[in-house]
């Protein structure tokens, strides 16, 4: 939702002239999501989806649109051509059926009775009928049309007294005598309305209730699984459904959304509400819009003390006809005619074209025609129409689905003009329209001819001949040119590969090429960038051919992992020898001599097939079994999974009963089999032998040894020649980019080998780079790893990278000023950040102790501004209400620095806190441009398994047996401060380079299931969220235990703050004892605004079934059963005591007999709370309103019925009725 919004907001401010609408076409969610924006319902906290603020450009509490908009929502591609189809052939092939545009229909209920049970008293409740006959005797007695009433009611009132609203709505008077007479069908519903649009509406209007969930309309009855027994064909109503809940677009497929896309019937275009809507604004809207179709002689409604009493219209002569801009001044009737409301702008949508007019008369009368060339030569820039009928009709000309030309006839004559039009085989099209006639539509035939040059005059799409100006795709015998001219920059859907898509490539000036799969450069073949190209990849880049990158930009975008496959490089010896030097590489049985028995030495001679040197072992003077080798001096195969060993031998044997075999080693002693081996029977020539070596032989040690081993009786051997010894794997090539991004979607791209960057390397927001082990990433511009709203970039360096410019590492810092101060914690990527990266924030260091400059924990950093970010230590940055906006923030590497990528230990930990709950705390930090994982992989000593992190004004912990409190997880983001705890010193801990892993924030993992009796509280406030946790371990004590319990952090200002307290300490995480029958556990609450909040049990696992957990309100003198209710609403003043609740674990039963209780019955009629208590008992009742406040205290004193009269105004009000320890809550809502 955010980026549609963007990209209509960026649309609006950029186009001269401004755009007048905008469709959406796609559902909120599915396949071909284009979602809305998710807002809460002003009553009940229920999320609705909305386009309005995609229309709205003031921004900030502008909900006035600027646009006129609407939704086309579809599930399938299926579901989008039913659509567009019936749009297209509404416009463009009118019905002929003429009654169709003479007859409308209204339906409406009369609802007599607002109580349950109904009392009837023959006046409405609401003003559905009268809002329906207004715009019935609108349209049959001022603009000559008729329409068919279908209406409901279920009062049993006399038909012949019926009114209208006496009050908020209208003002008492009689229904029409029609209405009134005993012979009226009051009771219609859905084979009525089915008959009606079947013989052809062009409009139908329902007023009254719509069902929750989107089905339908309440009464007269109309649901989604009513209209499937329609069969209207291409007689397509426009429906306005002035109801609640019709067009709850949120859901898979409400009634606006069925009633448009079914097939060959339903609707052309359907105004309904997101959500429940209200009335009274929905009777202004609704007559606002028939107002604006109809302006003269004008439409608006005379109301009870609800409305304002204007009498706003358009006014005579400003028919609007494009049902977008309908629904926009149907809003500004409302507002002036009933009032403004914020709500009710979000909810109400047109569900089609808002660009799309209704019909007001039959088109088909005046068809329009007119006189024009019906061929165009190619590259023709104009078209000249005369003889139309239609004198000042509009004339457009479409070319390749894009509007390329208009003109407004003047006496039936223009020209439209526009730039050449070169393809060969498309046509364009002429449209002559004006409203209520029927269009006049021709193609004009265009002729154009040209190889193997891409123009893109008709869409994207590679495969499509018609974009090839010879009218053919390409075929790997082409060479193929993008020229900047192009209409269209081509999408190769796929893997694109250069000698099967095409030969060569030459993209010039600024033009541009999408592959959404792989992208492959055999060898032979050239892709080359002229001037400032640009290649998009989704997939893998391989590269063995020619690019050449000009000041060209490649980059790697999309939802799935991508790896640079470079050219390759030449081959890496770890062994290379020919037997050439003999002591100082071998070792073993061997012998610098010549002919020594049962060793080897160096000789010279070539029988291997080599050169002269050649090892050679000579047979020993025993028939004893022995064993001999001779090994290679070690070499590193760190982060190597595979080698290849090549050498030559020849054996000159005597007789059998030995083997000769290659073997490896990791140290030098144990010896293991490579995989080769031979037990000769008689003489082997000169051979040469390649074995390959992996991991399953030992390799990626970083002491890896060979030896060429001969074992057995030795005796039967005469000599084993070996030479050219060759220990090797492929070196890694070499990508040359000028430009290099990565624009990956929360997936890695990486590279198989190394890569130079000409210019300027770029990571965009949520994407992630690896630069694997041995590799090297080169870059002669700038590093920028860029951060957003959307998240940071992620840098994960294994090789060795080397920046030339500047490596910049940004953060994006966000202080909405709501809260107050706000705290990011933050923490060095680079070797040389000084606290100038942050010199127009507020800067502090933590002190342990409680004894920094100033005094308290935070030290604020701010001269000298060299002074140096520590690598390891975090930091915190803050802002005030007075400071409040975004930021980027770039670390910047100087001369010196460098992007930190090895372990950083920490050892300056301090226990001096004389406040026990903070003892021991250091504020440590991520210095990687990545995230870390914690986890019991990393080194500490002296300290607790608890990491702390803040986020969002809330602190959240994990530790590294998998624990998580308030749902912290593993995940350490980039550049991020983070809480741990010495418990004894010295202490010490080392972020260890290993653990680095790309993550998101955003993204947290589901807590493992907990084995040990466990309790989960959450205090809910203002949306935020704090969560107490208590377990009964066997390893758990009364005390602070310093691996397994978290101290209490203290949250922002305006968030709760929910603690259990033992021994005067407070607890976030408290692991005790694991026997809990009968204990008490003091829990506390605090937070810095009085309102109504709540405790909810969010998980209670593994505590025995006859215990009961209860939650005891100190204050109130209330327990609650938390197993079988688990939430608790209970009002809070900022002076109340802490220490508010009491969490009991007992077989025993609190409280007094609920039952008696539980028959009470609370409500609201008008402006007076009734409450009914059957059982005499004697109760406190307390009346809240919505934000807390207490404005009446009453006692039953044992009566039966009470009453209170509430006169502070229409709203919602909170009920609470006390006995004992047995509370009631009721929300009820006063008018």
Avoid at 702 to 722: A, H, P, Q, R
Avoid at 846 to 860: Q, R
Avoid at 1091 to 1108: C, H, M, P, R, S
Wanted: with cysteine.
């Amino acid at each position: 939702a955010a980026q549609v919004k963007t990209e209509i907001h960026n649309r609006y401010s950029s186009w001269t002239p401004k755009p007048d609408y905008f469709v959406i076409i796609g559902d909120h969610t599915g396949s071909y999501a284009v979602p809305g924006e998710i807002h809460l319902d002003p009553n009940y906290g229920d999320d609705f989806a909305t386009d309005l603020y995609f229309a709205c450009m003031g921004g900030g509490s502008d909900h006035i649109p600027d646009m006129a908009h609407g939704r086309i929502s579809v599930s399938s591609f299926t579901e989008a051509q039913v659509i567009v189809d019936k749009i297209i052939n509404y416009e463009k092939t009118p019905t002929t059926n003429s009654d169709f545009y003479q007859n409308a229909l209204n339906c409406a209920q009369y609802q007599d009775a607002p109580t349950t049970p109904p009392v009837y008293d023959g006046y409405a409740a609401r003003r559905f009928c009268h809002t329906s006959e207004d715009i019935r005797d609108y349209l049959q007695d001022d603009q000559g049309y008729t329409s068919e009433r279908v209406y409901y009611t279920s009062t049993t009132w006399d038909v012949t007294d019926l009114h209208y609203n006496n009050g908020y709505y209208s003002t008492g008077g009689l229904l029409p005598a029609e209405l009134r007479n005993v012979s009226f069908d009051w009771n219609g519903g859905a084979s009525d309305i089915t008959s009606a649009i079947d013989a052809g509406k062009f409009m139908v209007f329902h007023r009254d209730h719509g069902y929750i969930g989107g089905s339908g309309w309440a009464h007269p009855y109309y649901t989604t699984t009513s209209m499937n027994s329609l069969s209207n064909g291409n007689m397509l109503p426009v429906v306005f459904s002035m109801n609640c809940h019709t067009g709850e677009f949120q859901l898979s497929n409400c009634f606006a959304e069925k009633f448009l896309r079914m097939s060959n019937k339903g609707a052309v275009g359907v105004v309904a509400a997101a959500y429940y809507s209200y009335s009274g604004y929905n009777d202004a809207l609704s007559l606002g819009m028939i107002d604006a179709i109809w302006s003269d002689p004008g439409l608006y409604g005379v109301y009870g003390s609800g409305g304002t009493g204007n009498t706003y219209t358009i006014g005579a002569g400003n028919d609007l006809y494009t049902m977008g801009d309908v629904v926009n001044q149907g809003l500004i009737a409302m507002v002036h005619n009933w009032g403004n409301n914020t709500y009710q702008h979000e909810l109400f949508h047109w569900f089609g074209d808002p660009a799309m007019k209704i019909w007001t008369s039959n088109p088909n009368i005046t068809p329009i025609t007119a006189t024009h060339p019906s061929s165009l030569p190619n590259g023709a820039t104009s078209i000249s129409i005369t003889g139309c009928n239609v004198a000042d009709a509009l004339a457009t000309m479409v070319y390749d689905d894009v509007l390329v030309g208009e003109t407004q006839l003047s006496g039936g004559a223009g020209t439209i003009t526009f730039d050449p039009l070169t393809n060969p085989a498309i046509d364009a099209i002429l449209t002559i329209s004006k409203h209520n006639h029927k269009p006049y539509i021709a193609s004009i035939d265009i002729q154009t001819a040209a190889p193997d040059l891409w123009t893109g005059i008709t869409s994207t799409d590679w495969h499509t001949g018609l974009n090839w100006n010879d009218g053919s795709v390409p075929t790997n015998i082409n060479d193929v040119t993008i020229p900047a001219s192009a209409l269209n920059w081509p999408i190769f859907t796929g893997n694109f590969e250069l000698g099967t898509d095409c030969w060569n490539l030459i993209m010039d000036g600024s033009s541009q090429l999408t592959v959404t799969g792989d992208l492959t450069i055999p060898s032979g073949l050239s892709l080359t960038c002229n001037s400032s190209a640009t290649v998009y990849v989704g997939g893998d880049w391989s590269n063995v051919g020619t690019f050449t990158t000009a000041t060209g930009i490649v980059e790697f975008y999309g939802n799935s992992v991508s790896v640079i496959n470079t050219p390759p490089g030449g081959e890496i010896y770890l062994i290379d020898d020919d037997i050439s030097f003999w002591t100082g590489n071998w070792n073993g049985d061997l012998t610098t001599g010549t002919g020594a028995y049962g060793l080897f030495n160096q000789n010279y001679t070539s029988n291997a097939g080599g050169t002269s040197q050649e090892a050679r072992f000579v047979y020993y003077n025993s028939t004893s079994q022995q064993t001999r080798r001779m090994f290679y001096n070690s070499v590193n195969t760190t982060d190597l999974t595979s080698i290849t060993l090549d050498f030559k031998h020849m054996i000159d044997n005597w007789s059998s009963g030995y083997t000769v075999k290659v073997q490896y080693s990791t140290d030098g002693t144990n010896w293991f089999d490579a995989g080769w081996s031979v037990s000769p029977t008689g003489d082997i020539p000169a051979t040469t032998v390649s074995i390959p070596l992996t991991t399953a032989q030992g390799v990626g040690s970083s002491t890896y040894f060979i030896s060429f081993t001969i074992t057995g009786n030795l005796y039967n051997i005469d000599y084993w020649y070996i030479d050219d010894v060759q220990l090797h794997y492929p070196g890694f090539g070499t990508e040359t980019f000028y430009n290099l991004t990565i624009n990956k979607n929360n997936v890695e791209a990486t590279t198989n080998g190394n890569i130079n960057v000409n210019n300027d390397f770029t990571v965009t927001p949520g994407a992630y780079f690896t630069n694997p082990s041995g590799r090297t990433l080169d870059v002669t511009g700038n590093t920028v790893f860029e951060a957003d709203a959307s998240g940071m970039a992620s840098y994960l360096d294994n090789g060795t990278t080397t920046v030339t410019g500047a490596s910049y590492v940004e953060q994006y810092i966000e202080f909405d000023g709501i809260q107050g101060w706000q705290w990011h914690l933050v923490s060095s990527p680079i070797s040389d950040a000084t606290i100038n990266t942050y010199y127009d924030m507020f800067l502090y260091a933590y002190h342990e102790d409680g004894n920094a400059p100033g005094g308290g924990y935070w030290e604020n950093l701010w001269d000298p501004v060299t002074t140096p970010m520590n690598v390891g230590q975090g930091y915190n940055i803050t802002g005030s209400n007075t400071w409040i906006g975004t930021t980027t923030v770039s670390y910047t590497t100087g001369t010196t620095g460098t992007l930190n990528n090895t372990d950083v230990t920490i050892t300056n930990f301090t226990m001096d806190d004389p406040d026990i709950n903070f003892r021991g705390f250091e504020l440590v930090g991520n210095p990687f441009p990545c995230a870390l994982d914690w986890n019991p992989a990393w080194s500490m000593s002296g300290l607790s398994g608890w990491m702390v992190i803040l986020d969002n004004g809330t602190y959240r912990g994990y530790h590294t047996d998998g624990t998580s409190w308030q749902s912290g997880t593993s995940i350490i983001p980039s550049t991020q401060g983070f809480f741990v705890r010495a418990t004894s010193l010295p202490a010490s801990l080392t972020i260890p380079a290993l653990e680095r892993t790309h993550n998101s924030q955003a993204f947290y993992k589901e807590t493992e299931d907990y084995i040990y009796p466990i309790v989960r509280l959450e205090a809910w406030a203002n949306g935020q969220i704090d969560e107490s946790v208590v377990v009964f371990h066997p390893e758990g004590h009364t005390g602070f235990d310093d691996y397994y319990d978290l101290s209490k952090f203290t949250n922002a200002a305006g968030m709760p703050n929910l603690y259990s307290v033992s021994e005067e300490k407070k607890y976030a995480f408290n692991v005790l004892p694991e026997e809990y029958a009968d204990m008490i556990i003091p829990v506390h609450f605090k937070i810095s605004s009085p309102g109504l909040y709540q405790v909810v049990a969010t998980e209670i696992n593994n505590i025995a079934e006859d215990i009961n957990v209860y939650l005891e309100d100190l204050k109130e003198g209330t327990v609650t059963e938390l197993k079988s209710n688990p939430e608790y609403e209970f009002s809070y003043d900022p002076l109340d005591d802490e220490h508010r609740f009491n969490l009991h674990f007992t077989s025993e039963n609190l409280g007094i007999q609920e039952s008696e209780m539980a028959i009470m019955d609370i409500f609201a009629f008008s402006n007076t709370v009734y409450i009914k208590n059957p059982a005499l008992l004697d109760a406190e009742i307390v009346i809240y309103n919505m934000i807390g406040q207490e404005i009446i205290s009453e006692e039953t004193e044992g009566r039966n019925k009470i009453e209170i009269p509430v006169n502070d105004g229409t709203g919602f009000y909170l009920v609470k009725v006390q006995s004992g320890a047995t509370v009631i809550i009721e929300k009820v809502l006063i008018k």
